[in-house]
């Protein structure tokens, strides 16, 4: 399983963009990369998921360089209630789902 | 997405008991589901993996006798946290993938678990 890392925490205010950058520098070629936002004291909620170039739903953004080694969340216009935490983790579909730290998004008025 | 139903959301009981957590997919068959407990401020923990039909895997560190995980069918799997003490006060979080091929995971609500 690829090791994921991210910035422990991040600062933001309403109506910027945020993007939540991921190292993966160990990523196997049938790896994908996934990330889940958590609210305090509920189960991850899915956001997107990738495996390469850039994806994007009607919440965020996923872009994937070539290489794969790394990814990046962009959350555009956050508000007060996209704070939260997100992880990111990368794996393939037999693999267990392991966490890493997530970076803690905190938004301000 | 697909949803996953963890019950009870909040549960307190007395140092020594034991008690179940029910997680259940319930508009989809879970090939896979995981188990989770997350201290406050902490990520999740995984503490054990569990296929239909067959025994679950715990991660190293997890003792599979104090923590019971049956995945009986392909819609619910139970963990029992026996003989429980204060220090197993945590929040439990379940997860099921729906089939060999599928990345992604839903996630249970949660489990609020106070030993007093």
């Known amino acids: 399983l690829a090791k994921t890392t991210q910035p422990i925490s991040m600062d933001s205010y309403e109506g910027q963009e945020v993007n939540i950058t991921c190292s993966h520098n160990n990523i196997a070629t049938n790896d994908y990369i996934t990330w889940y936002q958590q609210f305090p004291s509920q189960g991850p909620r899915f956001i997107i998921q990738?495996?390469?170039t850039k994806v994007t739903n009607e919440v965020a953004s996923l872009f994937i360089p070539a290489d794969r080694k790394s990814s990046t969340l962009s959350l555009p216009r956050v508000s007060l209630s996209d704070t939260a935490v997100y992880y990111c983790?990368?794996?393939?579909?037999?693999?267990?789902?392991?966490f890493g730290t997530g970076t803690r998004l905190q938004v301000f008025p | 997405g697909a949803v996953v139903s963890q019950h009870p959301s909040r549960v307190i009981c007395k140092s020594g008991t034991s008690v179940k957590i029910e997680c259940r997919s319930l508009d989809f068959q879970a090939t896979t589901m995981f188990w989770y407990r997350q201290f406050p401020k902490q990520s999740l923990m995984l503490m054990a993996t569990?296929?239909?039909?067959?025994?679950?895997?715990?991660e190293q560190g997890v003792e599979k006798d104090k923590f019971l995980i049956n995945h009986a069918s392909l819609t619910l799997s139970t963990l029992t946290v026996t003989s429980a003490h204060p220090e197993d006060s945590s929040f439990y979080i379940c997860?099921?993938?729906?089939?060999?091929?599928?990345?992604?995971?839903?996630f249970g609500q949660g489990t609020r678990l106070t030993v007093v």
């Open positions: 990738g495996y390469k």
């Open positions: 983790l990368v794996g393939g579909d037999t693999d267990k789902l392991i």
């Open positions: 569990s296929n239909e039909g067959s025994k679950a895997t715990y």
């Open positions: 997860s099921a993938r729906e089939r060999v091929g599928q990345t992604e995971a839903f």
